[in-house]
């Protein structure tokens, strides 16, 4: 037979205790969300409410206790004086146990509407007499039961007890008597809390009324945005306090107001202003590329029809760094404002031009007809700029190149028709300057090939296809080797040999320039180190480009290579340019002090082909003047060749400076030059560019220090 497990013994009570929990603090949990939902005066008026019934509650119930122990305890009292009267009387009845006497006195209280019952026992406990029901006086303690009340008093013969006399009594007039007290009390308290709750009514309205005429004001504000209004409630209490408050946060709230108001509507201005400097070149006021490139863009996205040709030129000033340098950049940016006008002016309403950058200009025509109507107003702009211009008390005369691509004719986008038209303008500088150039593909050839040999070229550094080769430096009163030149070589692997005009420039524009001049420098200098080691005092000399020379760290890097390289400083020549020192020549000033006070030699390479001026020459801390080739190769037969070549010669001396003639082919041209005062020579008179094993086999052949000048 199946046995069933009886539950644990407490597990089914605990399951209700708990729920019992939950229910509870559910409950509890509702009540408390109610009263914190409610407003403060209903939340303040709930809980006077409920202060004064609990208060009430508690007055009823202990007057009540305290009447109704008052009115038993004069109940019990008056009993036992009536209980020991009738002792009394019936205690000799006892005494002689005389039955019907004590039955007789007991009969007696019947007359008392109030005695329910009464009976007299002997002291064995036997009854001896008694009125009312059987049973109606019961044998306990004397207290009170639900409608009547038992005491006791014992029947005594001097100190001899002879029974007890019981005796109950109605209590419904107590009760009566306590009903009516409670119903006067409670009246009272009724009245009491009705008086308590107008009392703290008045003075809750005291607090609650300026609390919700301050939130409603702060509603108005905060909804209404009116910072005038200001709250009316006086006082030194809290409230008073609170409403100080609220005036003086919305007095800085106004105050704030007005200086973000101020601040906000100077930020905008601001804001227009930094838009328009954003858009807008600060020199010329046109669009600068920043404006160009949203146009382009928003061209990309078709938010300008594109029905038609347009047409993008792409103008840069010829030898305006000329102006800069010789007459300042204030100058300078008066030249590119009044060339901005031109252009402004001779272009229509729509087309849009913009200072690209420098001396760099950009025209975008929209709805041009075709390529000739470009070259038009191409050619137009170029005879626009080209007129003198007035610049205070200055005239200037400055040019112009200019690039043409045609859209959608040359480019697919706008980014191309930039690239295709910026090297159309290349292609008109190479021209000649000055010049018109309509992009064709052959343009974009000649600047991929540019492109490839950069590339290749940053391969060539690491792929050791580079090397130097080196030119002697003959001094020409003596026919001694007194330095070397050091020249960058390049032997490409498919091109073949590539000639440093060709890759030189290319590096400039690449940054690649600072990297492989600084790998020449060491390379020479450790080579002269050996070469003076072996045979004597050898300079060498090394070539500076200009990005070289912009580098303000230059100086200290040639320092270090020399050092680390162990060759002595007055054995190093730096050979720059003309146009590199007239870039910045309060620059090129500072830089080359720098340099001879280190030790280096300093010498001007292609000297008469710039536009030196004298005054700064003097200035320039120089060794050595070297003459261009171009005024060497005709010095023989042209008068003028040889009329530069004898004042060069005379300015070096008065400038305490030696002169090097470069590229001597002839005989005569080395003793013409012995003969007027050059002091050195260097060509292929007396050798060509060699290699490092070509240059020891020079320099250790008999008599190889001296060489044949005639």
Not at 175 to 190: C, D, H
Not at 196 to 223: A, C, D, F, H, K
Not at 396 to 406: Q, T
Not at 431 to 457: H, M, Q, Y
Request: with cysteine.
């Amino acid at each position: 037979m199946p046995t069933t497990r009886r539950p644990r013994r407490g597990a089914w009570r605990s399951v209700p205790s708990c729920c019992a929990w939950r229910v509870t603090s559910t409950r509890g949990m509702a009540v408390s969300k109610f009263l914190r939902d409610l407003p403060i005066n209903k939340k303040l008026w709930f809980i006077n409410i409920v202060t004064l019934a609990l208060a009430g509650v508690v007055a009823a119930v202990l007057q009540f206790v305290l009447i109704w122990d008052i009115e038993l305890e004069s109940a019990r009292a008056n009993a036992l004086v009536q209980a020991g009267i009738v002792a009394d009387n019936a205690a000799p009845a006892v005494q002689f146990l005389d039955q019907s006497n004590a039955q007789e006195i007991l009969e007696g209280l019947r007359r008392d509407p109030q005695v329910l019952g009464a009976r007299i026992l002997l002291a064995d406990g036997s009854l001896f007499a008694e009125i009312g029901s059987k049973g109606m006086v019961e044998a306990a303690d004397d207290r009170t039961r639900l409608g009547s009340l038992v005491v006791r008093t014992p029947l005594q013969d001097g100190a001899q007890t002879l029974g007890t006399l019981e005796l109950r009594l109605e209590t419904s007039n107590v009760f009566r008597r306590i009903l009516s007290y409670l119903s006067a009390v409670g009246a009272a308290t009724l009245a009491a809390l009705v008086l308590g709750g107008l009392v703290i009514y008045r003075l809750q309205r005291t607090i609650t009324v300026p609390l919700s005429e301050l939130t409603q004001l702060m509603r108005e504000v905060s909804s209404g945005g009116d910072l005038s209004r200001r709250s009316s409630i006086a006082g030194r209490d809290e409230l008073g306090e609170l409403s100080c408050s609220f005036n003086r946060m919305i007095e800085q709230i106004e105050a704030r107001s007005l200086m973000l108001s101020h601040e906000l509507s100077e930020r905008q201005r601001a804001e227009r202003q930094l838009e328009h400097l954003a858009h807008h070149d600060p020199v010329t006021g046109l669009p600068n590329r920043h404006f160009f490139g949203k146009h382009l863009s928003q061209l990309r996205r078709g938010r300008i029809a594109d029905d038609g040709l347009m047409a993008l030129l792409f103008i840069d000033l010829d030898n305006f760094k000329f102006i800069n340098d010789t007459f300042g950049h204030d100058s300078g940016d008066q030249v590119l404002v009044a060339v901005g006008e031109r252009i402004s002016g001779l272009l229509r309403g729509n087309d849009l031009v913009v200072r690209f950058g420098g001396d760099e200009f950009v025209v975008l025509l929209e709805h041009v007809v075709d390529e000739v109507r470009a070259l038009r107003i191409a050619s137009k702009i170029q005879e626009g700029v080209v007129k003198p211009l007035q610049v205070g008390s200055q005239e200037y005369r400055v040019s112009c190149s200019i690039g043409i691509s045609m859209y959608p004719d040359h480019a697919a986008s706008f980014d191309e028709l930039l690239q295709r038209a910026d090297a159309a303008m290349y292609a008109a500088k190479q021209s000649g300057k000055n010049c018109v150039e309509l992009w064709r593909p052959a343009i974009s050839e000649s600047s991929s090939t540019r492109f490839l040999l950069e590339s290749d070229l940053r391969q060539a550094m690491s792929a050791g296809q580079l090397s130097l080769y080196y030119q002697p430096i003959i001094d020409l009163s003596s026919g001694r080797v007194a330095g070397m030149e050091a020249l960058l070589r390049w032997q490409h692997p498919t091109r073949g040999f590539v000639a440093p005009a060709e890759f030189i420039p290319i590096a400039e524009e690449a940054g690649l320039i600072i990297e492989l001049g600084e790998w020449v420098m060491r390379t020479a200098f450790s080579q002269a180190v050996i070469w003076n080691r072996r045979h004597g005092r050898l300079f060498m000399a090394v070539n500076v480009s200009g990005r070289q020379f912009r580098d303000r760290e230059f100086a200290d890097k040639v320092e270090s290579i020399v050092r680390s390289c162990g060759l002595a400083p007055e054995l190093v020549e730096l050979e720059v340019t003309e146009s590199i020192v007239m870039e910045n020549t309060a620059e090129a000033i500072r830089l080359l002090q720098d340099l001879a006070s280190r030790g280096f030699s300093l010498s001007m390479d292609d000297f008469g082909t710039g536009y030196s001026s004298l005054s700064y020459l003097k200035r320039f801390p120089l060794r050595k003047l070297k003459i261009d080739r171009s005024f060497v190769s005709d010095l023989i037969i042209n008068r003028e060749d040889m009329a530069i070549v004898k004042t060069i010669i005379g300015l070096a001396g008065m400038l305490s400076m030696k002169v090097v003639a470069e590229g001597v082919e002839t005989p005569a041209q080395a003793r013409s030059l012995r003969d007027q005062g050059c002091e050195y020579g260097q060509g292929y008179h007396f050798s060509k560019p060699l290699s490092v094993p070509a240059v020891e086999a020079l320099l250790n052949e008999e008599q190889s220090t001296y060489l044949p000048l005639f």
